[in-house]
């Protein structure tokens, strides 16, 4: 397995993680200080999945002051989005769209890369860019342009630009180190 696969399922993984937590937890609570365990919780897990790629990572493991400022805004950046994911789940979405809505932040990050950092996308990129918007679009129902007006709240707070940008965050954090 190449290394970069082995990355992509460990996030994938701590990204269900979160969302089922949040899901069994955000159906329990209705007050704002049950919404705010969850929060923590769910930030918690966050902390142990990073803490296991930094310790699993060989050699340096600081950086100069742009890579830890864009590490901060990298982690306020997965706090809105698991602001919105909760919100999300109370107000009826469905764990599987939204664990699915989450992972397609790849798509605005990979035109940030594109544009920020000058790099290329290539044939393969490109589709695999295709298909995850295709796979976006059926997994919601296949929805016409009237349909997609009228979506419920919890898909607008999933979907919200705000909620992508911790991608951008982890290009900028990338490139920092």
Same mark, same amino acid.
Request: aromatic residues 12%; glycine residues 10%; proline residues 3%.
């Given at each position: 397995?190449? &290394?970069?696969?082995?990355?992509?399922v +460990?996030e =994938?993984? $701590?990204?269900?993680?979160?969302?089922?937590?949040? /899901?069994?937890?955000?159906?329990?609570?209705?007050?704002?200080?049950?919404?705010?365990?969850v929060?923590?919780?769910?930030? #918690? !897990?966050?902390?142990?999945?990073?803490?296991?790629?930094?310790?699993? /990572?060989?050699?340096? /493991?600081?950086?100069?002051?742009k890579?830890?400022?864009?590490?901060?805004?990298?982690?306020?950046? =997965?706090?809105?989005?698991n602001?919105?994911? +909760?919100?999300?789940?109370?107000?009826?979405?469905?764990?599987? !769209?939204?664990? #699915?809505?989450?992972? %397609?932040?790849?798509i605005p990050?990979?035109?940030?890369?594109? #544009?920020? #950092? /000058? &790099?290329?996308?290539?044939p393969?990129q490109?589709?695999? %860019?295709?298909?995850?918007?295709?796979?976006?679009?059926?997994?919601?129902?296949?929805p $016409?342009?009237?349909?997609?007006?009228?979506?419920?709240?919890?898909?607008? +707070?999933?979907?919200?630009?705000?909620?992508?940008?911790?991608?951008?965050?982890?290009?900028l954090?990338? =490139?920092? !180190?």
């Amino acid at each position: 397995m190449h &290394k970069w696969m082995k990355w992509t399922v +460990l996030e =994938a993984a $701590s990204k269900t993680v979160v969302r089922l937590l949040q /899901k069994v937890l955000g159906d329990a609570t209705t007050t704002l200080g049950g919404v705010s365990a969850v929060i923590f919780l769910t930030g #918690f !897990v966050q902390l142990v999945m990073g803490l296991f790629g930094l310790l699993s /990572k060989r050699g340096e /493991k600081t950086s100069d002051l742009k890579g830890k400022i864009g590490a901060v805004a990298f982690g306020l950046g =997965a706090v809105w989005c698991n602001v919105c994911a +909760l919100f999300a789940f109370q107000y009826g979405g469905d764990v599987v !769209v939204i664990t #699915f809505l989450t992972t %397609l932040s790849m798509i605005p990050g990979a035109f940030l890369d594109r #544009f920020w #950092f /000058k &790099k290329r996308l290539l044939p393969r990129q490109w589709f695999g %860019l295709g298909v995850g918007l295709l796979a976006g679009y059926v997994i919601l129902g296949c929805p $016409s342009l009237q349909e997609v007006r009228s979506f419920p709240l919890w898909v607008w +707070l999933v979907l919200s630009p705000v909620c992508q940008t911790p991608t951008l965050y982890e290009e900028l954090y990338a =490139a920092a !180190v």
